[in-house]
Each structure stands twice: as C-alpha cells, then as structure tokens.
C-alpha cells in the first residue's frame, strides 16, 4: 500500500505514469484481490534444459465461470469485492508446492492435526493449508489458483444433513465439481469421497471425526485441548 501510493503521488505531482514491477518471494506483498496483476514466474525443466514459465489469470473469466454455472448474471465488481476477505493463508499458496483448500480454521487444524500425526508436516514440504471463511467463498481461490496452474485440493463437507438453505448446498456441491472439471454426468448433489483433488466429508468435518474416535473419545480430547 506504501509503494502504491508513493506511485500514485509521483504521478500526480510530474504527470507521468510509470509502472513499477515488484519480484517477491514474499506472501506478505500480495493480496489475493490484486490477483489480475500478479504473475507467477517458476521454473521447469525439459530434455535437461531449463525454462521459466509465466502464468496470469483475468478476473473476469474467473467470475463469468462460477455466474454461468450457478445461473445468473456476471458482475466483476462484486465478484472482487470479496476477494478481500481471504486471509494470508491464501497468499502464502501462491508460493506452496500445493494448497488444501478448506472452509474454516478448525478444518485447517483438524487437517493438520492429522497429517503431523502421520508423520507428515505441511510446513516442512511446502504444502499450505487456507481457510477460505467458509464454503461460498471456496469457488474464488480455487478458480483463482487453478487458472494460474497451482497445485490445490479441497477438503469441503457435503452438508447432506443440513436443513438449512439445501437448494444453495446443492448448488455449491456442483459448483465445486464443475471447477475440478468433473463432468455434469458423474457430479452428485452429495459427493462423498475423494475424485479429482476434491475430497467431501460426509455430513462435515467435525461429525466424521467423532465417528472416526468414537463421541467420549473425542469429547476428551476437545475438553484437554480447551
């Protein structure tokens, strides 16, 4: 925010645009709502050559994808307006040789709880683990992070027993297998499993869990934890 307004001020003052390129290894100089000006420069090697390969992304494909899908009309403004919500995780991704996707900060240490407990730590093998501050806000990062060809999963719950707005659960079920191009013919209303880097909790996150230990089991640890 400091380097944009030093640039907007110098332009004010001489008249003169100019533009200014930052190289970052750095999260912290990113916000996921700048997506469109963020390219992403990272190396591969071919018949034992090296070569960079640059990607970008346009907002407006990413929001005319999910408008199309679920039905109504595109609009980029709101669209990126949301953006702003998504937490440092999510940029930190940008730099991670793979992305969990999840809805809330108790998916995120139930899933790190569990990898470290496999003897799998996420931070050592670059792998991040984003919140997304709930399921209707997972379409975005994921459009977002596949267009710019990073490797991400979801772990995401179906809500088959919720009762609560079903028609939208529905909607956000095939919104998900659509962007992990599952095709209209294999996607369910309640997936359950994994296909496609898309895993679906059956029921959420937090059930499967008391199922997997058993309730008093599970009540022990919540209580030693609190």
Known sequence: QALKRLCD?????????FQVIVVTHSPLFLEIREAHNIRLVRRFVANGYSYPA???LSLAECANA???FLGYEP????????????SYDIAEGLFSKATIFVEGE???????GFLLSRGFDPLLKGVTIAPTNGKT????PISIFRNLNLDCFV???NDRFERKKIRDNKKLNGLLQHLFEISDADALEYPS??????LFMEGDLENYAQQCVGESRYSEIATELA
């Open 54 to 56: 640059v990607s970008g």
């Open 155 to 157: 772990v995401a719950d």
């Open 66 to 68: 999910t408008a199309k």
């Open 193 to 198: 499993g994994y296909k496609n880097r898309l």
């Open 9 to 17: 001020g110098f332009n004010e003052q001489n008249g003169i645009r």
């Open 75 to 86: 609009n980029l403004e709101k669209y990126a307006v949301k953006l702003h919500t998504f």
């Open 106 to 112: 108790s998916d995120k240490a139930f899933i790190n």
């Open 137 to 140: 806000n997972l379409d975005k």
